[in-house]
C-alpha cells in the first residue's frame, strides 16, 4: 500500500508539473502574440487534459518501478560511487 501510495504521489507531481509549465508556456505564447496576458477558459482546460492525460501515463511507470525496487525511494540516489563502479576513484 505504501508503495502504490508513494508512486501515485509521483505520477501527480509529475502531471502537475507538467500541467503547469503547459499553461505557463500557453500564456506566454498568448502574450507574445496578441499583447494580453489574459487567461482564458481553453488554456485552463487544455492544462487540465494535459495533466490527466500525464498522470495516467505516468502511473503505470512508476507502480511498475516501485514493483520492481524494495524500498522505491523518492528521488533519493545514492551520490557515493558503489565499489563495481569504473568511475570510482583511486
Known amino acids: 500500500m505504501k508503495?502504490?501510495?508513494r508512486?501515485?504521489?509521483q505520477a501527480l507531481m509529475s502531471a502537475l508539473?507538467?500541467?503547469v509549465?503547459?499553461?505557463a508556456l500557453m500564456l506566454?505564447?498568448?502574450f507574445c502574440i496578441s499583447g494580453n496576458l489574459r487567461m482564458y477558459l481553453p488554456y485552463v482546460y487544455a492544462?487540465?487534459?494535459i495533466s490527466v492525460i500525464i498522470f495516467f501515463i505516468t502511473l503505470p511507470r512508476q507502480l511498475s518501478y516501485?514493483?520492481?525496487n524494495a524500498y522505491c525511494t523518492m528521488n533519493k540516489t545514492?551520490?557515493?560511487p558503489t565499489k563495481s563502479s569504473p568511475f570510482r576513484p583511486s
Open 3 to 5: 508503495r502504490t501510495l
Open 7 to 9: 508512486a501515485c504521489l
Open 17 to 19: 508539473t507538467n500541467g
Open 21 to 23: 509549465v503547459a499553461l
Open 28 to 30: 506566454l505564447m498568448e
Open 47 to 49: 492544462a487540465g487534459a
Open 66 to 68: 516501485c514493483s520492481r
Open 78 to 80: 545514492s551520490t557515493t
